[in-house]
């Protein structure tokens, strides 16, 4: 008998790991809010987020932004956390997406979190990156990070992105120029 526990607490250990996401009641709204690793598909699948959809359909990025991200964008990724239930995601997240695929960027160079009122995903991300409010959006160079969009743009979501990308391609592109010299 011990041992069919021990068996049936394992396979359910390594069920729960191996999961991405989970659907959670929101404790204030009732509503289905997704906590852990998800992708922008599991916004677009979910009936209930409307939202995303509209938000995408009404965006209309900067050009001239969306050049330069398409210059630039290569050796960055980006890490995403937010909050189905939080209305500045529900804004600044469909206007990423948008961005995102008009300048070409792989959406395998996202990782995005979703959390819950308190912040958590499931697991220690949200410690690892320091988030206490969301939407953050941080962009990453190998294991380095570049800098971050937290909760609220300054111009727009391009803009923002550029101006945290090229500075730092500009930086690395002229130190790689030194080694050649």
């Known amino acids: 008998m011990k041992h069919i526990l021990v068996l049936a607490f394992l396979f359910t250990s390594f069920q729960t790991i191996a999961q991405d996401f989970v ?3 929101d404790r204030k709204t009732g509503k289905v809010l997704l906590r852990g690793q998800i992708k922008f598909d ?15 359909s009404k965006y ?21 956390f937010m909050g189905t239930w939080c ?4 804004t600044i997240i469909p206007q990423l997406y948008k961005v995102l695929t008009l300048a070409g ?15 958590e995903a499931l697991n220690i991300e949200t410690k690892l990156y ?12 190998q ?13 727009s979501i391009e803009e923002d992105l550029l101006a945290i990308i090229a500075p730092d391609f500009q930086k690395l592109e002229q130190k790689r120029l030194n080694r050649f010299k």
């Open 143 to 155: 294991f380095r990070e570049v800098g971050r969009i937290t909760e609220s743009v300054t111009s």
């Open 87 to 90: 209305e500045d995601s529900h």
């Open 105 to 119: 960027i792989d959406l395998h160079a996202v990782e995005m979190y979703g959390v819950n009122r308190d912040k």
């Open 60 to 80: 209309e990025p900067k050009e001239d932004a969306i050049e330069g991200l398409k210059k630039y964008h290569a050796p960055y990724k980006f890490v995403i």
């Open 130 to 141: 320091s988030i206490a409010r969301v939407p953050t959006i941080i962009v990453m160079h």
């Open 42 to 56: 599991d916004l677009q699948d979910e009936a209930v987020y409307k939202w995303f959809g509209a938000g995408v």
């Open 23 to 25: 659907r959670e009641k």
